[in-house]
């Protein structure tokens, strides 16, 4: 967690942490670049502290539901087929249910923004398939900063890219996959930012 939020929810969210990356070092990772990047895009709309704090842990959990998916599938060295796909989609249901188990402070509102971090504003995204606004904030600020971040990393099917590259898809995706406006503000905030992947 960014040093200058606050820490609402303690070891509650460090134990979910914490297993994320025994699951998964990799994942535990891109799970902290992805709470700076949502954390300072959230900043760069001006929401305000509290918000900040609930940005913050359900970027870093974002993928928790991930400890419950299968090694063939967290760890494949290919594109997951369709059954294997739908596997791995149930990891932001899973995540947002683990999460309504703790006592997090605002745990409704960041189980909720676990849950949706993959929809799309077409509707076309999982599990749920809404759109638009009827995605939570915190949500659609999370799939942009997921997005920067995997399209920046070494995966097994893909190669890092650099931060023009990843622009250019993410440009291309605005009003189908992302929230075009809050991807206008990512991409201003981002040219200057250390979180700047090369």
Same mark, same amino acid.
């Given at each position: 967690?960014?040093?200058?939020?606050?820490?609402?929810?303690? @070891?509650?969210?460090?134990?979910?942490?914490?297993?994320?990356?025994?699951?998964?070092?990799?994942?535990?990772? /891109?799970?902290? +670049?992805?709470?700076?990047? *949502?954390?300072?895009?959230?900043?760069?709309?001006?929401?305000?502290? =509290?918000?900040?704090?609930?940005?913050?842990?359900?970027? +870093?959990?974002?993928?928790?539901?991930?400890?419950?998916?299968?090694?063939?599938?967290?760890? @494949?060295? /290919?594109?997951?087929?369709?059954?294997?796909?739908?596997?791995?989609?149930? /990891?932001?249901?899973?995540?947002?249910?683990?999460?309504?188990?703790?006592?997090?402070?605002?745990?409704?509102? $960041?189980?909720?923004?676990?849950?949706?971090?993959?929809?799309?504003?077409?509707? *076309?995204?999982?599990?749920?398939?809404?759109?638009?606004?009827?995605?939570? %904030?915190?949500? +659609?600020?999370?799939? $942009?900063?997921? *997005?920067?971040?995997?399209?920046?990393?070494?995966?097994?099917? /893909?190669?890092?890219?650099?931060?023009?590259? $990843?622009?250019?898809?993410?440009?291309? =995706?605005?009003?189908?996959? &992302?929230?075009?406006? %809050?991807?206008?503000? &990512?991409?201003?905030?981002?040219? =200057?930012?250390?979180?700047?992947?090369?």
């Amino acid at each position: 967690m960014p040093p200058d939020v606050p820490d609402p929810a303690g @070891s509650y969210e460090a134990a979910l942490f914490a297993a994320i990356q025994a699951r998964d070092p990799a994942t535990g990772r /891109h799970c902290n +670049r992805v709470a700076a990047l *949502s954390v300072a895009l959230a900043r760069a709309c001006g929401l305000p502290d =509290e918000d900040l704090a609930m940005v913050s842990v359900a970027a +870093r959990l974002h993928d928790v539901g991930k400890i419950a998916t299968p090694d063939r599938v967290l760890h @494949s060295p /290919h594109r997951l087929e369709w059954e294997d796909w739908e596997i791995m989609k149930a /990891h932001a249901a899973a995540g947002a249910a683990l999460i309504m188990q703790t006592a997090i402070p605002q745990r409704e509102a $960041i189980a909720l923004a676990v849950r949706h971090h993959h929809e799309h504003v077409d509707g *076309s995204g999982y599990p749920d398939g809404i759109a638009g606004h009827d995605i939570p %904030l915190h949500a +659609r600020i999370i799939s $942009i900063a997921d *997005s920067y971040d995997a399209l920046g990393d070494v995966r097994p099917y /893909h190669p890092a890219r650099a931060h023009t590259q $990843i622009m250019d898809i993410l440009n291309q =995706e605005a009003g189908s996959k &992302f929230d075009p406006d %809050l991807l206008r503000v &990512f991409e201003s905030l981002i040219w =200057e930012s250390r979180l700047r992947v090369p």
